[in-house]
């Protein structure tokens, strides 16, 4: 007899989109604990890569807004050390920050529908913020996509097509289309938008 | 015989100072619940009225960042409604906004060392962002610091006097110094900075 925690099925589970880039220091604690945090509240997590690039050059800024104000992004990087040592998560601080994101993007983009889309994407943030690797070298990738049970070779090019390419410019659009400006963002399927680790619950909660 | 509550003397109660802009929307959150989470936590607060203004100009910018980026501008408006509603706050949209808090923010300056600083600055965040006033109005702060048990006319006067205008122009030396790019923010005795309504609970925990 299915309790109240089975009845729901994959097809009736409340959905969130979780928005992210793979450069933003915030949307690291929200990879890394979303599953978890999803499992509990009974909600299906849509991994959803974006590029944040586009959406600073749009606003007249060429690289972050952590580094175009240097005061913000000295307090981040104190904030993120005690948001992480709150979590138990590890921070190292990459260079140069923020990384080149745009592979580890256009893979996250090609795999979202995947089974490893999850895993890939803790490993890529993991290997940037825990360990301080770059995250633009395509060996590097390589290993993580095997590693979360993927095809490397067959997925790496698949990210490197054209009409993945394309449409990771669309999910940008998109992102831009639902009011999204930064990293994290989560959306519920009515279209509420939750920006930033700190509201992550409160999108949970949402979503239900 | 004194509890380990009562133990904690005016003199060795530890300090947080909370500084704050009248016109800054998620000031108005913290400076409504400050001193009741600063009293179960044993914190004396320190209320530091300062002004924005002069730090967004240094950084190029000439009014506040919500109405320079519209996508950030229209999602803090949803996100202060939703935060205000969990706190049981009212919420009203000022206009102009930013409210021009010149006058305030010197009022508050004058008094911040009064018994009615903090009755005074709630007074003004109630009017401004749960009634929808315009603080730039002096006979509405006349009010508000009468009704807050001011000599309001000494206090205007005050207010207006030379040496309150440095002291205003100080404070926001004082807090570029601190490292502060916004508010609310929160410094502990040690000078650790928290920056932002989410983060008064962790900064009345550092400040104990």
Request: glycine share 6%; proline share 7%; aromatic share 12%.
């Amino acid at each position: 007899m299915p309790t109240e925690q089975t009845a729901f099925t994959e097809a009736t589970r409340p959905k969130l989109t979780f928005w992210f880039e793979f450069a933003s220091t915030y949307s690291y604690p929200s990879a890394m604990r979303i599953e978890t945090m999803a499992r509990e509240a009974n909600v299906e997590i849509i991994w959803r890569p974006f590029l944040l690039g586009p959406i600073f050059k749009a606003q007249g800024w060429d690289t972050s807004p952590f580094n175009l104000m240097p005061a913000k992004g000295r307090y981040m990087w104190q904030d993120m050390a005690r948001q992480c040592e709150q979590l138990g998560l590890p921070l190292v601080q990459p260079a140069p920050f923020p990384q080149h994101s745009l592979l580890a993007a256009r893979i996250g983009h090609a795999g979202r529908a995947q089974p490893w889309i999850a895993e890939y994407s803790r490993a890529v943030f993991h290997a940037e913020f825990g360990e301080g690797s770059d995250i633009s070298d395509p060996a590097l990738l390589a290993s993580l996509l095997l590693e979360a049970g993927a095809d490397a070779k067959a997925v790496m090019e698949d990210a490197a097509s054209p009409e993945n390419k394309t449409g990771l410019r669309q999910a940008v659009e998109e992102a831009t289309e639902l009011g999204i400006f930064g990293a994290p963002s989560f959306t519920t399927e009515s279209g509420e938008l939750y920006w930033g680790n700190d509201r992550l619950a409160d999108a949970l909660a949402a979503a239900r």
